[in-house]
């Protein structure tokens, strides 16, 4: 775990490439990363090539920075570039702080404090999260009601962890968390929804983040450019108004590794890129490069 001020810089750059002319597109974006209490902006831009002939941003409805980026002129790449620095300072999470409540007697008070709409938001099914009989079994077997709170949380994580394989192309946004208990594989975005839908399912508010964590090259070999990618992880509200971010992908909680751009009810809520295109290609391709490089605290 790695705790303290970090400082990085975080680069995302998608690319859109097509066989017949692109005549026109509107995306609206969520890239630039957000204040949290764990971490300062410091400088952040989205850039479009070409460029956009109308860029408009405001905060949505959870707060994130939404941008949209409008482009009329012809051509047969698009990019669209998200830089940012960011401070990063991650408190080390008391579980045994948390044990002062348990599973149930957390989910009471919370409910009771939290405004109505708050609380609807972060605790009953949304698009990608349904809560299910399989998801309602599954939370039952480490989210016991007099369980005590961390040591409940905590095993979640390990369990998901060790009960699923990381494979990539296994699922899609599309794979319900039925079929990816039936799977039992996925990727971050499927353990992430998972964790939430199992916190939900026992009345404890929970979101889906999403963002980037630093990674490291294994010994003796040197970091490609542009081979990090986007993350994602669950947070959940604990008692005193104090959210929680678990990692069940890595088997661990959120430390300074963890960058956030935006959190929502679901990946729906927090899509990177998505709109509308005027083409007549046949064909189109995308390609995702993600650098998160550490910075000294000076630069």
Same mark, same amino acid.
């Given at each position: 775990m790695v705790y303290g001020r970090h400082r990085y810089r975080v680069r995302h750059i998608t690319r859109y490439t097509y066989d017949e002319v692109l005549e026109a597109c509107y995306n609206r974006g969520v890239l630039q990363l957000r204040e949290t209490p764990t971490q300062r902006v410091v400088a952040s831009e989205v850039v479009a090539t070409p460029p956009s002939d109308l860029v408009a941003s405001h905060l949505d409805y959870f707060g994130n920075h939404s941008v949209y980026l409008e482009t009329r002129e012809p051509t047969l790449e698009l990019t669209v570039a998200a830089t940012s620095v960011v401070d990063v300072d991650w408190p080390e999470p008391n579980l045994a702080a948390l044990d002062g409540w348990t599973v149930a007697s957390a989910a009471t008070e919370l409910a009771a404090s939290l405004d109505a709409v708050e609380l609807a938001e972060f605790t009953l099914p949304s698009p990608l *999260? $349904? %809560? $299910?009989?399989? *998801? #309602? =079994? /599954? @939370? @039952?077997?480490?989210? *016991? @009601?007099? #369980?005590?709170? $961390?040591? @409940?949380v905590d095993a979640l994580v390990h369990r998901i962890f060790g009960d699923f394989d990381y494979r990539q192309g296994s699922t899609s946004v599309r794979t319900t968390l039925g079929e990816l208990l039936d799977l039992r594989k996925g990727v971050c975005q499927d353990f992430a929804h998972l964790a939430v839908g199992c916190l939900r399912a026992v009345g404890l508010p929970a979101r889906y983040v999403s963002g980037y964590l630093e990674t490291v090259p294994a010994a003796g070999k040197e970091k490609l450019r542009g081979a990090d990618a986007t993350h994602a992880w669950a947070s959940v509200l604990t008692p005193g108004g104090t959210w929680l971010d678990l990692d069940p992908t890595n088997n661990h909680f959120a430390d300074s590794? /963890? %960058? *956030?751009? =935006?959190?929502g009810r679901d990946f729906s809520d927090v899509s990177p890129l998505r709109g509308v295109v005027f083409t007549e290609a046949g064909t189109s391709d995308l390609a995702v490069e993600v650098d998160v490089d550490p910075l000294p605290l000076d630069a």
């Open positions: *999260v $349904g %809560i $299910g009989p399989k *998801v #309602r =079994a /599954y @939370a @039952a077997s480490e989210l *016991v @009601a007099d #369980r005590p709170l $961390g040591q @409940a590794r /963890y %960058i *956030v751009t =935006a959190w």
